[in-house]
């Protein structure tokens, strides 16, 4: 592309970028993003905020700021040879209108991914002393590749759905403090959260309190990020897939099922939309704990080898909503979807997460990024009320809890509260917290 073509796309996304009346913004500090001189890396699903997000870091900066977004496709004609055009008009348009800021300019490079050789230019604008924030709905943007390029250089964040804490921040209301609440209050806060629990957590879903948005960014996610980004033949079969995994949120699968269902015949080709799907952010995919491992290298929900990749593994949905919008007549599972929200929130704040399972089941086991040490196990129940339930439930926890030397779990409902005290095999008292799924979000 030459300047002729792209000054357009420049003048047009300038406006955008400088308009601030839509930004949506996330409960994320920026100040991180502020010091220092690493590339910036914001990757997360499409219509998580990125965007905003990218807006909110810019009016805390001083200098000259371009804004280019990749995913206009007007620039899907782009090569490499044409960044030293941008980087023209970037001076021709931007350092013009701003001769009076300091010297320093920073990029903003929306959707990144979809530029080949985009590696090398981001590299050398780094290098150069440009601050370089760039965003991906793609999870590839952490390739090896590009990690051994960047080497010790990038700053990473990954953005999901907003929380429940944002979705009240989004709808001008208080967060407040969980355990300092009225009955009423709390009777409010319950009504709330089930209202972000079944419509998920994209910004514009919370603000137009539109659910319906919630399938159409699943169609384009598929769509945009799947099949045409890998060029995907069987388009029908990956649909079906994509929409047996979601509406069986929470659950196991086997590769014989999937290519049941799917029509697909290739358990080689199911395994690659798995990964596709993934790095989309449409499904995430948690194995079964595994401590014979010798090492806790990327537990992150993803298998480095077929064998791996064939092991026990639970399909989690990118977001709630997409339950009843993708596949609205599947018949519901209150406690699936409830156990997909805890999930998460879990991956939101960090964690590295597995499930336990012998002759009992653990929802979910936290360890350690560096190493395989469990360091909390987590139960999800959505009504805790009855004997037969509570046993399951703490038997379940508690044989977690034994096998990895933890004298204290959690378990997450829909609205009970308490403290127990329960004798392990060897009469020692292990406690268990119980908690609203709600209070915990919030605190």
Not at 34 to 43: A, F, K, Q, T, V
Not at 105 to 113: A, M
Not at 237 to 259: D, P, Q, R
Request: hydrophobic share 35%; net charge negative.
């Amino acid at each position: 592309m030459q300047r002729p073509e792209l000054l357009p796309l420049f003048l047009d996304h300038k406006t955008f970028f400088q308009s601030p009346s839509d930004i949506i913004k996330r409960n994320i500090p920026v100040s991180p993003c502020l010091d220092g001189h690493e590339i910036n890396l914001i990757y997360g699903p499409l219509h998580a905020g990125k965007t905003s997000f990218l807006r909110q870091v810019a009016s805390f900066l001083q200098g000259v700021k371009v804004y280019i977004n990749f995913e206009d496709s007007r620039f899907k004609e782009l090569e490499p040879e044409s960044f030293q055009e941008i980087e023209g008009i970037a001076a021709e348009v931007y350092l013009k209108e701003n001769e009076n800021e300091d010297g320093q300019i920073y990029y903003f490079l929306d959707e990144i991914h979809n530029v080949p050789g985009w590696e090398s230019w981001v590299d050398r604008l780094n290098r150069e002393g440009a601050g370089v924030f760039v965003t991906s709905s793609s999870a590839s943007i952490l390739s090896q590749e590009v990690s051994s390029l960047f080497a010790d250089r990038t700053r990473v964040l990954k953005l999901l759905p907003f929380s429940f804490k944002e979705y009240l921040d989004l709808r001008g209301l208080r967060v407040p403090k969980p355990n300092f609440l009225t009955p009423s209050r709390c009777d409010d806060m319950l009504c709330l959260f089930l209202h972000y629990f079944e419509n998920g957590g994209f910004p514009c879903v919370i603000k137009d309190g539109n659910s319906t948005l919630s399938r159409k960014y699943f169609e384009e996610t598929l769509q945009a990020g799947v099949i045409a980004r890998h060029n995907i033949q069987d388009a029908e079969g990956l649909k079906k897939l994509a929409v047996f995994l979601i509406s069986n949120m929470a659950s196991e699968y086997s590769l014989e099922t999937l290519k049941k269902v799917s029509g697909i015949d290739s358990e080689d080709t199911i395994r690659s939309y798995l990964d596709y799907l993934e790095e989309a952010f449409l499904l995430y995919r948690v194995p079964m704990f595994n401590h014979s491992s010798e090492d806790g290298k990327e537990n992150e929900n993803k298998n480095e080898n077929k064998n791996e990749k064939d092991a026990p593994c639970k399909i989690y949905a990118g977001d709630t909503g997409f339950f009843k919008t993708v596949y609205p007549n599947y018949p519901d599972s209150l406690g699936l979807r409830f156990e997909n929200l805890v999930f998460l929130e879990l991956l939101r704040q960090g964690k590295q997460v597995s499930y336990f399972r012998d002759r009992r089941e653990c929802d979910f086991l936290i360890t350690e990024p560096d190493s395989q040490a469990v360091t909390a196990a987590v139960q999800v129940s959505v009504y805790f009320g009855s004997p037969a339930v509570r046993e399951r439930e703490v038997l379940g926890l508690l044989a977690a809890m034994e096998e990895y030397g933890l004298n204290e779990g959690l378990i997450l409902t829909m609205d009970d509260e308490g403290v127990v005290e329960v004798p392990d095999e060897n009469g020692e008292k292990k406690t268990i917290i119980i908690n609203s799924v709600w209070k915990w979000m919030l605190e």
